[in-house]
């Protein structure tokens, strides 16, 4: 779901859907507005996305543990991301938790969100939250973890992935750390079989798996993944067949 660049760092209920709906309705190539008046708009925080190796992201992550300490605490102002809950736990990285709140909503841990794109001619990125950390310094930082649109997912020999139906994306294993600020809204996301019929009017769909560091398509019935990585495809198939129910064989 997102383009290259430098990263600054980002299923639910039938309100949820009604909202996503309303996105759509705006268009393919339509953008939500910023708001700009003083006082009546909610703190955003925009995100970009980097496609990093393995390597590359190890030592993103160095430096991140190493701007963390250095950085001084800030002072929370009344629309910033707070957490909610107990901690789940506390690392270096900061203290973890299940739960954060921002404008109004609360947002859990495997919620799919729309982000807050760093290029305003973009469209809102897509991530299911992964960890929810408060850092040293204050701020609220969600762990991401990525859907691509087809004008993002790269071939390695050129052009792009192309998909039959404008509300499908690829999933990706590709995370990375951005502001809980840059969170728009919850959007549902069905992982739906090839060998299933589409459904009509129930938010984004994903059918193939994006490899960002091949530049591959993978099916998501295909059983090549790592043990860990398909009892997860395997666990969003069931879950969205089981708020789907029962779609027709092509």
């Known amino acids: 779901m997102v383009s290259c660049g430098s990263f600054a ?10 909202s996503l709906a309303k996105t759509r309705s705006q268009g393919q190539n339509s953008r939500r507005p910023e708001e700009t008046m003083e006082g009546n708009m909610r703190k955003r925080e925009k ?27 800030k002072e929370l102002e009344p629309d910033d991301a707070k957490p909610v809950g107990e901690p789940v736990k506390v690392t ?24 807050h794109p760093e290029d305003t001619s973009l469209e809102p990125f897509v991530a299911i939250i992964k960890d929810i950390t408060k850092k040293q310094d204050g701020r609220m930082m969600i762990l991401g973890q990525w859907f691509y649109r087809q004008e993002d997912a790269k071939k ?22 951005v502001p809980a600020e840059s969170v728009i809204e919850r959007c549902v996301v069905n992982f739906v079989p090839a060998h299933k019929q589409l459904p009509r009017g ?34 969003f198939v069931d879950k969205s067949l089981a708020r789907l129910g029962d779609l027709p064989d092509l």
């Open 156 to 177: 390695r020999g050129g052009g792009n992935w192309v998909v039959k139906d404008t509300h499908e994306l690829f999933y990706s294993f590709h995370r990375d750390e």
């Open 9 to 18: 760092q980002v299923s639910s209920s039938d309100d949820e859907e009604d």
């Open 202 to 235: 129930r938010g984004f769909i994903v059918r193939e798996v994006y490899e960002t560091v091949g530049k591959k398509l993978w099916k998501l019935t295909d059983k090549d993944y790592e043990v860990a990585k398909q009892r997860e495809i395997d666990l």
């Open 92 to 115: 270096g990285r900061g203290t973890h938790y299940g739960q954060f709140e921002y404008g109004g909503n609360r947002y859990e841990l495997e919620d799919s969100v729309l982000l």
């Open 47 to 73: 995100v970009s996305l980097n496609e990093e190796s393995d390597g590359e992201e190890e030592e993103t992550e160095r430096k991140r543990k190493k701007d963390d300490e250095e950085t001084p605490p």
